[in-house]
C-alpha cells in the first residue's frame, strides 16, 4: 500500500511539473518580461540580418536610421534580439512586434541616450529647419527622432544631423551617429575585388564611408537615395549585408 502511495505522488509529481512547463506561452507575456526571457535565452541562435522579417527591418529603418544593425538573434518560441551598433537591444516577439522595455538602462553611456522616439519633420524647432536651409539648401528632410537631450535628423543624401534640445546644431555624419570607437578609414584601402563585389551586388552602389571596428569592417553605400550597409570580417571576408 505504501509502494503504491509512493508511486502515486512520484506521478502525480511528474505530471504537475509537464503541466507546468507545457502552460508557458511566452507570447503571453508582457513585454517587459519577454524582452528580458530573449535577452537572457542562452540557446538563441545568430542569425544573418539580412534574413530578419520586412516588419522588422521597416521598423528599424523608421525608428533606428541613425544606427545598423550589429547582430541578430532568434530565441525559439519567444522572439528576436536586434544588437545595434550603439550597444541598444531592441527586441520583437514572434508576432514581429516591437517590445517596449526598459533593458537599455542598463548599459553603457550609448546605450543610456538611445531609443528614443521619432518625431514629425513638420515638428521641428524653426531654428533646426532654418539651419538646414542654410547649409544644406540642396536636401530633403527624411525622418527626424528626439533621443535623450538630442534630437537626430535624416537627411537626403544619408546625412545625419544631430542638435540640441533647443535646436543648436552639433554634429553632422554620414548613414550613422558613432557611439563607441570607431576607427574611420579611407575608402580607397578598400581591395579592389570588394569594390566589385559590392559594385555587382548592389548596382549603382556609391561608397561613401569605411569604418573600422574591432575585428570588422562596416563599409556604407548609397544606391539611388538608399542606404545600404555591408560588414567584413578583418580579412576582408564578407559577413552580411543590411538592405
Known amino acids: 500500500m505504501k509502494k503504491i502511495a509512493f508511486f502515486s505522488l512520484i506521478l502525480a509529481l511528474g505530471m504537475a511539473a509537464c503541466k507546468k512547463e507545457s502552460v508557458v506561452d511566452f507570447q503571453q507575456l508582457e513585454d517587459e518580461a519577454l524582452a528580458t526571457a530573449i535577452a537572457d535565452d542562452r540557446s538563441k541562435q545568430e542569425i544573418d540580418?539580412?534574413?530578419?522579417?520586412?516588419e522588422v527591418l521597416n521598423y528599424l529603418d523608421e525608428n533606428h536610421f541613425d544606427t545598423y544593425i550589429d547582430?541578430?538573434?532568434?530565441?525559439?518560441?519567444k522572439?528576436?534580439?536586434?544588437?545595434?551598433?550603439t550597444e541598444e537591444h531592441a527586441y520583437f516577439n514572434l508576432g514581429r512586434r516591437a517590445l517596449t522595455h526598459r533593458l537599455n538602462?542598463?548599459?553603457g553611456p550609448c546605450g543610456r541616450l538611445m531609443g528614443?522616439?521619432?518625431i514629425p519633420v513638420d515638428s521641428l524647432r524653426p531654428a533646426i529647419v532654418q539651419y538646414i536651409e542654410t547649409h544644406y539648401p540642396d536636401a530633403d528632410i527624411l525622418r527626424a527622432?528626439?533621443?535623450g537631450p538630442k534630437v537626430i535628423v535624416l537627411l537626403s543624401g544619408q546625412i545625419l544631423l544631430v542638435f540640441s534640445a533647443d535646436g543648436v546644431f552639433e554634429v553632422d555624419s554620414q548613414h550613422w551617429v558613432d557611439c563607441r570607437a570607431c576607427s574611420t578609414d579611407a575608402i580607397d584601402q578598400i581591395p579592389a575585388n570588394v569594390v566589385a563585389e559590392i559594385e555587382n551586388r548592389i548596382p549603382g552602389a556609391e561608397i561613401k564611408r569605411l569604418c573600422r571596428r574591432?575585428?570588422?569592417f562596416v563599409i556604407g553605400v548609397t544606391a539611388n537615395d538608399q542606404r545600404h550597409i555591408l560588414v567584413y570580417d578583418k580579412n576582408w571576408n564578407?559577413?552580411?549585408a543590411i538592405p
Do not use: H, N, V
Open 105 to 107: 538602462e542598463r548599459l
Open 214 to 216: 574591432g575585428d570588422r
Open 116 to 118: 528614443g522616439r521619432p
Open 49 to 54: 540580418p539580412s534574413t530578419l522579417p520586412a
Open 238 to 240: 564578407f559577413l552580411f
Open 71 to 77: 547582430a541578430a538573434y532568434f530565441a525559439e518560441g
Open 145 to 147: 527622432k528626439r533621443q
Open 79 to 85: 522572439g528576436y534580439d536586434i544588437q545595434l551598433a
